[in-house]
């Protein structure tokens, strides 16, 4: 059996333990057809407001990112930060019922692109692209938006532990010819890349020491990187386009694409390589900085491996 098979519908998901998720999943489903997208907004928001009284910590995590990123920001620029950063987050979970269950013809009308036309040319040439594309909360919309607009491509995912949540998940994902690799399986994320498709890559959190080096993220200047790009782009040679979906000020989803940076990457200069990513990711995370996932423990690996994981959060 190949261990990387995607979920299958068995009717042992149907066990009274799994109840809960199928609920709480179609409820999910309802709200965000039945309501007007202004009423899901004010609701998503407001949800992420009153959980965060539930989730003192991960308040506290987002509040120290934002310390450590930007040292120059006042403590009333931090605050304001965190507090939006918050009610997004909480959008965050109606932004992924609509990704999953709304019709293509309702999400299209929600997206709006800046400068897709490279990609389009880039698939023109039989050349893969890594889409790097960086932790933001409406990440799920960038990811099917790319498909609803007749451009699929394959995402990496960890499967969950729950198989009931994992096929939804799966299912939910994979609309509109989108495909899932697992996160173990690098040889389909290389095959992808030399069939000259489309893979998008976050590169952008923190994954522990293993494959990765210590380069600037901002104002932290050892922050634990992967050099996932640097293996990927050395064996395909695919372009690598970093994106963001930004949600702006009317509802709509923009989908940019910035200038490709594969030229002159460093493919065995791996610091070199990690902190370019870095720098690309920087730039599209400024775009809309209440919108990256500051809640992750982005910091928590430190180089100095006397010094204990999460040190710069024991404060």
């Given at each position: 059996m190949n261990k990387y098979a995607p979920p299958k519908f068995?009717?042992?998901?149907?066990?009274?333990?799994?109840?809960?998720?199928?609920?709480?999943?179609?409820?999910?489903?309802?709200?965000?057809?039945?309501?007007?997208?202004?009423?899901?907004?004010?609701?998503?928001?407001?949800?992420?407001?009153?959980?965060?009284?539930?989730?003192?910590?991960r308040v506290k995590v987002a509040r120290r990112n934002i310390e450590l990123a930007f040292p120059d920001k006042t403590a009333e620029d931090v605050e304001r930060i965190v507090e939006e950063n918050i009610k997004n987050t909480g959008l965050a979970f109606i932004e992924m019922g609509i990704t999953w269950f709304w019709p293509t013809?309702?999400?299209?009308?929600?997206?709006?692109?800046?400068?897709?036309?490279?990609?389009?040319?880039?698939?023109?040439?039989?050349?893969?692209?890594?889409?790097?594309?960086?932790?933001?909360?409406?990440?799920?919309?960038?990811?099917?938006?790319?498909?609803?607009?007749?451009?699929?491509?394959?995402?990496?995912?960890?499967?969950?532990?729950?198989?009931?949540?994992?096929?939804?998940?799966?299912?939910?994902?994979?609309?509109?010819?989108?495909?899932?690799?697992d996160r173990k399986n690098v040889k389909e994320m290389i095959r992808v890349l030399k069939r000259g498709e489309r893979l998008f890559y976050l590169g952008d959190h923190d994954y522990g020491r293993n494959k990765s080096v210590f380069v600037p993220f901002f104002a932290v200047k050892d922050a634990c990187t992967t050099t996932g790009a640097n293996m990927l782009f050395s064996l395909t040679n695919c372009a690598m386009i970093p994106v963001t979906g930004f949600r702006?000020?009317?509802?709509?989803?923009?989908?940019?694409?910035?200038?490709?940076i594969h030229e002159g990457f460093p493919k065995k200069d791996l610091e070199a390589g990690a902190t370019l990513m870095?720098?690309?990711?920087?730039?599209?995370?400024?775009?809309?900085?209440?919108?990256?996932?500051?809640?992750?423990?982005?910091?928590?690996?430190?180089?100095?491996?006397?010094?204990?994981?999460?040190?710069?959060?024991?404060k």
């Open positions: 068995s009717f042992k998901l149907l066990h009274p333990k799994y109840w809960g998720v199928w609920i709480s999943f179609g409820v999910l489903a309802l709200l965000v057809n039945l309501l007007p997208y202004a009423v899901l907004y004010k609701l998503g928001r407001a949800f992420g407001k009153y959980s965060s009284k539930l989730a003192k910590s013809w309702r999400l299209k009308r929600r997206i709006r692109t800046v400068n897709l036309q490279q990609a389009i040319d880039f698939e023109d040439e039989g050349r893969g692209v890594l889409l790097c594309h960086p932790h933001t909360l409406n990440l799920e919309i960038s990811a099917r938006a790319f498909a609803v607009l007749g451009y699929p491509g394959s995402g990496v995912y960890r499967p969950n532990n729950n198989p009931a949540y994992d096929f939804i998940q799966y299912w939910g994902r994979t609309h509109n010819g989108n495909t899932l690799v702006d000020d009317k509802g709509h989803y923009e989908l940019n694409l910035a200038d490709s870095n720098q690309a990711y920087e730039q599209v995370i400024l775009r809309q900085v209440d919108q990256w996932m500051w809640v992750h423990k982005r910091y928590k690996t430190m180089k100095d491996e006397s010094l204990p994981k999460g040190y710069r959060y024991k």
